[in-house]
């Protein structure tokens, strides 16, 4: 996946429901801007990083954001640099460090 994700210039991730978003991290992980919508726990993951859809099925909304992403290469290295940065607040031993956490709190 990180070979398609480095030849990308964008990743267009369109859920309408997700339970985390790791492809999106893996995309801004590997310097790919992403397309996704403000739904779910996608805003929570990938923060001011992204452009967004407010509709995950308007094709004109996708067609001019992916227009956007594809010609305004000033915004395209702003959401690199910023995906980059992002990815460094999410690992799998902070992942495995806070569900430990929370299981000894409750029990």
């Known amino acids: ?12 991730y369109l859920s309408e429901y997700e339970g985390f978003g790791l ?6 992980a590997c310097g790919t801007p992403v397309i996704t919508t403000p739904l779910t726990s996608i805003p929570e993951v990938v923060g001011n990083c992204a452009i967004f859809v407010k ?13 956007k992403g594809i010609k305004d ?12 940065e ?14 430990l956490e929370r299981i000894i709190e409750i029990q």
Request: hydrophobic residues 40%; aromatic residues 6%; glycine residues 2%.
């Open 73 to 84: 290469d000033v915004l395209r290295e702003e959401l690199r640099k910023k995906g980059l």
């Open 55 to 67: 509709d995950p099925i308007n094709i004109s909304e996708i067609a001019l954001a992916m227009e």
């Open 23 to 28: 492809p999106l991290l893996e995309s801004m």
């Open 1 to 12: 996946m990180a070979s398609l994700y480095n030849a990308a210039t964008l990743t267009c």
């Open 86 to 99: 992002r990815v460094k607040n999410f690992s799998w031993q902070n992942c495995a460090s806070e569900t």
